[in-house]
């Protein structure tokens, strides 16, 4: 792989501490990103806001405010990260789909491609700028947008399974599975609407369970267990 897309959610800048940020732990999320950028991968990164702000934290407020906080959530995560990879020594680039300037440069694909191209680490934000869609999905309609190798997805879990292995125990882990199973079986590693699109642009994901910022390295060279979704 050269050029990768890196799901992350929020709730891995928090690292189970409680606190919105573990800082020590961005640094070292950062920190493994930018070495996969010094090695030559094109990285280019989309962010969750779990850690900030979850739609059903509205209660009964608007679905479309909601998410819109939402979305301004992962501008906060997206700022936060690049800062941190900036510390590590790598050149970064927040890009947003709503215009925020001075706090990020609006996208395009062909700006978030000239900065990969150049070696700058993309950390995009604010969704796709419309409600109703994960960050899942704004994933992969980047990853089709700026023409990825591969979209890997950063999960609390090492593998899709066929059921919740906490439930149950006979759930089996899947190691490769078409995309289209996936949807038939209804498995919930993934928002259903990313699996679909990536079943339609043909971008293999690789979900792979993140116990430690090093993994982030392995995912990228092909080193870490997990599941691969493909198109066929």
């Known amino acids: 792989m050269k050029r990768v897309l890196l799901k992350l959610s929020g709730e891995v800048l928090a690292n189970n501490s409680g606190e919105i940020y573990d800082s020590a732990y961005v640094d070292k999320v950062a920190s493994s990103i930018a070495r996969c950028a010094a090695e030559g991968y094109e990285m280019a990164i989309v962010v969750g806001a779990g850690n900030i702000w979850r739609g059903r934290q509205g209660g009964e407020m608007d679905r479309i405010s909601a998410d819109r906080m939402g979305m301004l959530a992962t501008v ?12 590590a020594g790598r050149s970064a680039a927040v890009m947003t789909s709503v215009p925020m300037t001075p706090f990020a440069e609006p996208y395009t694909s062909e700006a978030a491609v000239s900065h990969l191209e150049k070696g700058d680490v993309v950390v995009f934000g604010a969704g796709l700028g419309i409600p109703f869609l994960s960050t899942d999905t704004t994933g992969a309609v980047r990853a089709a947008e700026i023409g990825v190798d591969a979209i890997l997805m950063a999960k609390n879990v090492d593998y899709i399974y066929t059921d919740d292995p906490k439930k149950n125990p006979d759930a089996k882990k899947l190691e490769r599975v078409k995309a289209t199973d996936v949807l038939a079986m209804n498995l919930k590693a993934i928002d259903a609407t990313a699996t679909a699109f990536s079943l339609s642009t043909g971008i293999p994901v690789h979900v792979f369970g993140l116990k430690d910022p090093t993994d982030i390295e392995r995912a990228v060279k092909g080193e870490i267990d997990g599941t691969v979704i493909t198109a066929e």
């Open 76 to 87: 906060i995560n997206a700022i936060c990260l690049k800062e941190a990879i900036e510390r």
